[in-house]
């Protein structure tokens, strides 16, 4: 008796554990990995685009980690075509912060439309997630927000009206680049970067091999791993260059060219990295370009540049080359003019009329050079307005083709 309990329970075990495999076969486990809910996932949905790239054969199934919007591919980015004569609707994008003066935009371009985002103040009309990243932040933000309702051109532009990486031969002055961008040029080419020349920025600027932590370059030993989180199908290019310092215009077409998700992808990059406000903004001020364009390196012809989107055409390389050392000649003039102030200043109250009659001269004949090389910048500078607008003459000088009627 004693001896059949333990075989009576063996069996009930044995009943027990073949139920329950066959119920298995029978109806399959549901799986114990779900999507994440939170992050990422939530962001990255892919919203319909007009221009959207085909879905990729490596797209990731809904049990993979969130997925990364593979960036619009080579093909979408295709040249714009310019309408006959006409005024294309445009904004100005600004970031600033709130002790920044923009009365300067009002007065200087009245009825322009501008959207202004103010990056540290969260009870702002407009104002970015986060106050990180720079510019890119906002700009990604007006993208984000604004991608169903888009003007024909988009400016990105910064707050401050003078600065010096705003072209030279328009005063450093952005009011004057806005006013002076050509549109329809911005329609053909779909991206434009708003500065013509190239120092710095190009023609090699950021190298992914380089590790060392330079003052000019704080963020080139961090590129290789960036490049890898923002472009993860793209490969990793020699060097990234273009002029800087990150402000462009964008045709409504070029911008639709990507899906809205790839944007957010990118905003939540810079609000998740952990690298600084001001290293991840100047990861994206060198690949920008890469972004509208698909080129790492991106260094229009300066003449062309100046030519083409902003109607001061020199005549060809050769010319605007003689126009550039005119103006390192009065810079230079300049700074022997300042020399010659200094020693006379530490020269007063000495009784020396041989030295003072030599500086007097060696001023006025400065002053001379100074008046002729000033009026020749004025002639030359006039000239090339005058070429540039006369829409046939700048289309022969930047190469591309034009008919009677075509416009700028």
Sequence with gaps: MYAKKPMQFLFMV???????????LAVPMESS???????????????????????????????DQPPIPQRARVATFVPGTSRPPTNYSRTMVIPRMQADDIAWISKELPGFDVSIYVANDPKAVSHPPKNKGHEVMIYLTYLIENYDHLPDLV???????????NN???????????????????????????????HPGCPEWLRPTGMEDTLGKQEEK??????????????????????????????????????????IFYRDWIMRTPLS???????????????FTH???????????????????????VPYSQYVELLRSKTKINEEL???????????????????????????????????????????????LRRGADPQRRAEECGRPWREGDGF
């Design 168 to 198: 030279e031969f328009l005063g450093f002055d952005a009011s004057q680049m806005v006013r002076a961008l050509n549109g329809a040029h911005v329609m053909r080419a779909g991206y434009v970067n708003m500065r013509c020349h190239w």
């Design 155 to 165: 400016l990105f532009m910064h707050s401050h009206r003078w600065t010096h990486h």
């Design 222 to 263: 961090v590129l290789a791993q960036c490049w890898r989180e923002l472009f993860p199908f793209d490969p990793l290019p020699s060097f990234l260059a273009q002029p800087c310092c990150a402000q462009f215009a964008l045709s409504k077409d070029r911008i639709l060219s990507i899906p809205r998700s790839q944007y």
């Design 338 to 384: 300042n020399i010659l102030n200094r020693n006379q200043r530490l020269s007063l109250g000495s009784s020396n009329l041989t030295s003072d009659l030599t500086q007097n001269e060696t001023e006025t004949r400065l002053r001379v050079q100074l008046s002729q090389v000033e009026i020749e910048l004025k002639t030359r500078k006039q000239e090339a």
């Design 14 to 24: 044995v009943i027990i554990i073949m139920v329950a495999f066959f119920y298995n």
């Design 33 to 63: 990995v779900r999507p994440q809910t939170g992050g990422l996932e939530d962001n990255i949905i892919d919203f319909p685009s007009p221009n959207a790239p085909p879905a990729s054969p490596h797209a990731h199934t809904q049990h």
């Design 295 to 317: 080129d790492a390196a991106h260094c229009p012809m300066e003449h062309i540049c100046y030519c083409d989107a902003f109607g001061v055409c020199f005549g060809g390389k």
């Design 277 to 291: 406000d001001y290293i991840s903004g100047r990861i994206w001020e060198y690949s920008w370009q890469y972004l």
